[in-house]
C-alpha cells in the first residue's frame, strides 16, 4: 500500500468524470471550433450564475483575469492599487502590467487577508482601486473596505482565483465588488486541464471592454478599439470546465468536511499549540482552497523537512512576501515594512487538502507531525 499523502490530487476528479470529459472534449473537437466559441460562451453564463452575477469573460489564465479587469476600469499609468503582500505574485504583477503601481497595505494575523485599517492608511489622490485576495478560500473582510471605497471613491476588485463559491454574509464572491477575477488553475477548487480563467462583473460596459480587450482590443474584427492582447480561453478547457462546475459544491463540502476534521484531530491530539488551526471568521463561507496552519516555535522549515521524507505533501504558501520579491525592488519596499505579512511568510504550512481527503490520510499526516514534534522535546529535553 503507498502511504504516501498527496497535498492536492487532481487526479481524482479526471478519474471521477473521465467519461464525460472525454466526451466533451470530442465534441469541441468534432466543430472545429477550439478558441472561445460556444462552449466559452455557455461557460461564461454557467459561472456568472454560480457566482451570482451576470456576466462572465472566459481568459487564458486567472493572471489574465486580474489584468483585464484592471485594464476594463481604465487603471494604468499614475495609477496605484493597493494589494496585499501575502498572495501569489500575480496580484501584484497584474497591477504592473497594467501599467500601474501596487500599494501594499499589510495583513490581519488571524484571516491573513488584507486588514482595512492599514487599507486607510495607504490611500493617496493617485489611488484607484482596492484588490482584496480571498486568501486559502474565505473571503477578505468586505464590510470596512466597503466603506473605504465609497468615501474614496475607489473600485474594489476581488481576487478570487481561490475562492469560486466563497461568501460573505450571505453575498457570493462574484458580488462583492466591480469584477470578480477567478483562475481554473489545476489546483484550484474548479480546476481545468490546463491554464484557463475568467472575471465576472454585473456591469455590461465592462464585460464588453474585457470581451475587446481579450482579443487584441478587436471590435469589429482588425478594427482595434482597444490596446488589448491575447487572452483568450480554449474551448476544450471550457468544455472540461462545464463537466466540472455542477460537481463543484459536492466537491466544496468534502474540502470543507476535511478541514473540520484536521480541527477535530489537531484539538485530539494535543496539537493545537504546535499547529495553530484556521480561523473559520463569522458569517463566512470559507471553501477551503487551502487548509493553512501556523507552525509554532520556530519550527517551520524543520517540520517541511520531515514531512517530506515521509512523503506527505505540504507546501508553503507564501515563503516570500510580494515586497521583498526582487523584480518589485524598483518599488522600494524593505524588510520589516509589513511585519505581520513577514511572519506569516516564516510561519505558515499548507496541509494535504482536496475534497476526497480521507480521515486515514489526515490521521498519518498528523502523526507524522507529531512524531516529529515528540523527537523535538526528546532533542531539548
Ligand atoms: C492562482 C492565483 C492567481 C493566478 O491564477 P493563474 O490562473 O495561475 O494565472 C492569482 N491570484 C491568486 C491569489 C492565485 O492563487
Given at each position: 500500500m503507498n502511504s504516501s499523502v498527496p497535498l492536492c490530487d487532481i487526479q481524482a476528479q479526471f478519474r471521477e468524470l473521465a467519461e464525460p470529459i472525454r466526451e466533451a472534449v470530442n465534441r469541441v473537437l468534432a466543430s472545429g471550433q477550439v478558441i472561445l466559441g460556444p462552449e466559452v460562451a455557455a461557460l461564461e453564463e454557467e459561472v456568472a450564475r454560480y457566482c451570482g452575477t451576470s456576466h462572465g469573460i472566459g481568459c487564458?489564465?486567472?493572471?489574465?483575469?486580474?489584468?483585464?479587469?484592471?485594464?476594463?476600469l481604465e487603471i494604468g499609468p499614475g495609477d496605484e492599487v493597493i494589494v496585499p503582500p501575502f498572495t501569489f505574485f500575480a496580484t501584484a504583477s497584474a497591477v504592473c502590467r497594467a501599467g500601474a503601481r501596487p500599494v501594499f497595505a499589510d495583513i490581519d494575523p488571524v484571516s491573513f487577508n488584507i486588514d482595512p485599517e492599514q487599507v486607510e492608511s495607504k490611500i493617496t489622490e493617485r489611488t484607484k482601486a482596492i484588490l482584496p485576495?480571498?486568501?486559502?478560500?474565505?473571503?477578505a473582510d468586505m464590510e470596512p473596505l466597503w466603506r473605504i471605497a465609497e468615501a474614496h471613491d475607489l473600485y474594489i476588485i476581488e481576487d478570487s482565483a481561490q475562492a469560486i463559491g466563497s461568501e460573505y454574509h450571505g453575498k457570493?464572491?462574484?458580488?462583492?465588488?466591480?469584477?470578480?477575477?477567478?483562475?481554473?488553475y489545476p489546483s484550484k477548487n474548479l480546476g481545468a486541464m490546463g491554464d484557463a480563467g475568467m472575471v465576472v462583473t454585473?456591469?455590461?460596459?465592462?464585460?464588453?471592454?474585457?470581451?475587446?480587450?481579450?482579443?487584441?482590443?478587436?471590435?469589429?474584427?482588425?478594427?482595434?478599439?482597444?490596446?488589448?492582447?491575447?487572452?483568450?480561453?480554449?474551448?476544450?478547457?471550457?468544455?472540461?470546465?462545464?463537466?466540472?462546475?455542477?460537481?463543484?459544491?459536492?466537491?466544496?463540502q468534502g474540502r470543507q468536511a476535511a478541514a473540520h476534521r484536521y480541527d477535530a484531530l489537531i484539538a485530539d491530539m494535543g496539537l493545537e499549540h504546535f499547529l495553530q488551526r484556521p480561523v473559520e471568521l463569522p458569517n463566512r463561507r470559507h471553501v477551503f482552497n487551502q487548509y493553512v496552519v501556523r507552525?509554532?516555535?520556530?519550527?517551520?522549515?524543520?517540520?517541511?523537512?520531515?514531512?517530506?521524507a515521509q512523503k506527505i505533501g505540504c507546501e508553503i504558501y507564501y515563503p516570500i512576501p510580494l515586497h521583498l520579491q526582487e523584480c518589485l525592488a524598483y518599488l522600494d519596499y524593505h524588510s520589516g515594512d509589513f511585519p505581520v505579512s513577514e511572519e506569516a511568510?516564516?510561519?505558515?504550512?499548507?496541509?494535504?487538502?482536496?475534497?476526497?481527503?480521507?480521515?486515514d490520510q489526515q490521521q498519518r499526516t498528523l502523526r507524522a507531525c507529531a512524531d516529529f514534534l515528540g523527537q523535538q522535546i526528546r532533542l531539548a529535553a
Open positions: 487564458a489564465s486567472g493572471s489574465d483575469a486580474l489584468w483585464l479587469a484592471l485594464e476594463a485576495v480571498h486568501l486559502f478560500g474565505q473571503c457570493r464572491s462574484g458580488t462583492l465588488g466591480a469584477a470578480a477575477c477567478l483562475s481554473f454585473g456591469d455590461p460596459e465592462w464585460a464588453a471592454r474585457m470581451t475587446w480587450l481579450r482579443t487584441h482590443g478587436m471590435e469589429p474584427k482588425y478594427h482595434h478599439k482597444l490596446l488589448g492582447w491575447n487572452a483568450r480561453l480554449d474551448a476544450i478547457q471550457a468544455a472540461i470546465l462545464r463537466v466540472k462546475l455542477p460537481h463543484l459544491d459536492r466537491w466544496t507552525v509554532a516555535f520556530g519550527q517551520r522549515d524543520d517540520l517541511v523537512r520531515h514531512l517530506r511568510a516564516r510561519c505558515v504550512l499548507a496541509l494535504p487538502m482536496f475534497p476526497d481527503l480521507t480521515i
